[in-house]
C-alpha cells in the first residue's frame, strides 16, 4: 500500500459504476443526479467578461484585481449583511474544494491537532485533515467538543448532503463558544443563495458575528449560483489575522485564480438577476422531484435549502440506490457522507428540465 493510499480514503464514487451502468441500460437513458454538478449554461454576461479577458499573457495575482476585490467585499455586504468589510477580510481561491482540501496542510496543522466537522459531511473535510496528518472526528453539536487541541472547526449551512440550516441562533452560539476556547470556524456557505424552505444566514451577519470576524471565516463559490464549477470561482471572507497568512502562503504556492475567471467573477457577483433566473429552474426541479419522490413512498428530511432532497425509503442506501438504478435514476447513497448516512439517498436537482421530468414519470405510479 503506498503512503499516498495510506493517507486518504478510498474514492467512493467508483463503488457507483455497476449502479450507473444498469441506469444505463434503461430504454429511455439514465437521468444521472448522483453528482451537483451544473448542466444549465453559463450566463452571457459572464461569458462576455471571461472573453473580454481572455488576452492575459501575464501571471495574475493571488489576492486577485483590485475590481475583483471589490466585487467580493460589495457581495459580502451586500448578500450576506456584513459590514466594513475591506480587501484585508477577502481572498479568491481556485475553487472552493481546493481550499477545503488543503486548509489544514496551510494552517500548519499536524499530528496533535483536532479538526472537526459535522457528522453527516462533504468527504472533503476528513480528506484535508488527513492531507495535514492532523486528527479528525464529527459532532452533532459542536459546542459539546472538547476543545483541546481542536484547532479547526467547519461549519455546513446549508448543508452537503442533508440540507440543513443552521439558525441564526444556532450559528451565534456556537461562534460564542467557539472565540470562547480559542477554535478557528470556517463556514461552508457555498449553497448560501439557494433557501427554499429556511433563509441562510452567514457566520459574517453582524447578529451572529457581533460585528467582528475575529476567528472566523466563510468560503462561498460561484460554482452553483452561477453554474461556473468549470471556471473554478470562489473565495472566502473574514479575519484578516488568518487571511493574510493564508495569502502569503498561496503567494507561495502559485494558487492564483486565472485572470479571465477573475473578471468573469466580477461579472457574476455584480449581477443578481441570473441568480435570481437560475433558483427558479432548480426551485421548479425540486418541486417536481420532492412530489415524485413522496408519491414513490420515499421520506424526505431537511432539504430545506442547497441543490439536493436527503431522501429514504428506510433501508440499506445500497438497497435505494438499486432500486432507482432499474429505473434509470442515479443517485449518491447516503453512507459517502459518513456511516450516520447509509439509510439514505443524496438526490441533485442539478439535470436538465427533461431529464429531471424523465425521472419523475419513471417514478409515478402510473410507470411500467
Not at 239 to 264: F, N, Y
Not at 293 to 304: A, K, W
Not at 308 to 320: F, N, V
Amino acid at each position: 500500500m503506498s503512503a499516498v493510499s495510506e493517507r486518504l480514503p478510498t474514492f467512493p464514487w467508483d463503488k457507483l459504476e455497476p449502479y450507473k451502468a444498469t441506469a444505463r441500460a434503461h430504454p429511455g437513458g439514465i437521468v444521472d443526479l448522483s453528482v451537483g454538478t451544473p448542466v444549465d449554461p453559463v450566463p452571457d454576461l459572464i461569458q462576455k467578461a471571461l472573453v473580454a479577458a481572455a488576452d492575459s499573457p501575464g501571471y495574475p495575482t493571488v489576492w486577485g484585481t483590485p475590481e475583483l476585490r471589490n466585487a467580493i467585499t460589495g457581495w459580502v455586504e451586500r448578500r450576506l449583511g456584513a459590514r466594513g468589510v475591506t480587501h484585508r477580510h477577502v481572498l479568491p481561491i481556485v475553487g472552493s474544494k481546493e481550499l477545503v482540501a488543503w486548509l489544514p496542510t496551510q494552517l500548519g496543522l499536524g499530528p496533535g491537532d483536532r479538526v472537526a466537522y459535522p457528522r453527516l459531511a462533504y468527504p472533503t473535510y476528513e480528506v484535508g485533515a488527513r492531507l495535514a496528518r492532523a486528527e479528525y472526528e464529527v459532532y452533532d453539536d459542536p459546542t459539546e467538543l472538547d476543545p483541546a487541541g481542536l484547532k479547526l472547526l467547519w461549519l455546513n449551512s446549508p448543508s452537503n448532503p442533508t440540507g440543513r440550516v443552521l439558525g441564526k441562533e444556532e450559528l451565534t452560539r456556537i461562534v460564542a463558544w467557539a472565540r470562547e476556547h480559542g477554535v478557528l470556524v470556517f463556514s461552508d456557505e457555498c449553497y448560501l443563495e439557494l433557501g427554499w424552505e429556511a433563509d441562510p444566514v452567514s457566520v459574517l451577519h453582524p447578529d451572529v458575528c457581533g460585528g467582528s470576524y475575529d476567528g472566523i471565516v466563510s468560503v462561498h463559490s460561484l460554482s452553483k449560483r452561477s453554474n461556473l464549477a468549470g471556471y473554478r470561482a470562489a473565495f472566502v471572507a473574514g479575519d484578516p489575522a488568518v487571511l493574510a497568512p493564508l495569502l502569503e502562503i498561496r503567494k507561495h504556492g502559485g494558487m492564483m485564480t486565472a485572470a479571465p475567471t477573475q473578471a468573469a467573477v466580477v461579472a457574476a457577483l455584480g449581477d443578481d438577476e441570473h441568480v435570481r433566473e437560475q433558483r427558479e429552474r432548480y426551485a421548479a426541479r425540486r418541486t417536481l422531484l420532492r412530489d415524485a419522490l413522496l408519491g414513490h413512498g420515499f421520506r424526505i428530511e431537511h432539504s430545506e435549502a442547497s441543490l439536493y432532497l436527503w431522501a429514504t425509503r428506510d433501508e440499506s442506501c445500497w438497497e435505494t440506490v438499486a432500486h432507482l438504478a432499474e429505473r434509470g435514476i442515479l443517485v449518491a447513497p447516503g453512507d459517502f457522507y459518513g456511516p450516520a448516512g447509509d439509510r439514505f439517498v443524496r438526490v441533485a436537482l442539478t439535470a436538465t428540465d427533461e431529464r429531471v421530468a424523465a425521472a419523475a414519470e419513471r417514478l409515478s405510479p402510473n410507470a411500467a
